[in-house]
């Protein structure tokens, strides 16, 4: 599967971003999905992940109740809803699918799309 995401930009603090991943290829109800950050210095982090068919979510404590995953199989892409952004939220996100068992496990990813910048100003 291959993967391109988009969306990002800059925001003020506060406000909203809403990320796509658009895949390639009729697997794409078969992966699990994520999306990771890696900010300069820091480790790629998993955000947020979603089962094959959409019915589990998985988020990191940094964004639970301020980001949403979702997915739509049909048209191939994977959504990431963010809102109240925070200056600690700058980085670079990318989309990523793994095996769908392990969809909640950060190591398991193995195609990976280009990243897209997000920067929060204060």
């Known amino acids: 599967v291959q993967l391109q995401a988009s969306g990002g930009g800059l925001v003020q603090a506060g406000g909203s971003l809403r990320l796509s991943c658009a895949a390639s290829?009729?697997?794409?109800?078969?992966?699990?999905m994520g999306w990771f950050r890696q900010a300069p210095g820091k480790e790629r982090e998993l955000l947020a992940a979603i089962s094959a068919i959409g019915g589990s979510q998985y988020y990191a404590d940094s964004v639970k109740g301020r980001f949403t995953i979702s997915r739509d199989n049909p048209n191939l892409t994977l959504y990431l809803q963010m809102n109240n952004l925070k200056p600690e939220d700058t980085a670079v996100y990318y989309c990523?699918?793994?095996?769908?068992?392990?969809?909640?496990?950060?190591?398991?990813?193995?195609?990976w799309g280009q990243g897209t910048q997000v920067t929060v100003s204060s």
């Open positions: 290829g009729r697997t794409f109800s078969k992966y699990g």
């Open positions: 990523a699918a793994a095996d769908a068992r392990y969809y909640n496990n950060g190591n398991a990813y193995k195609y």
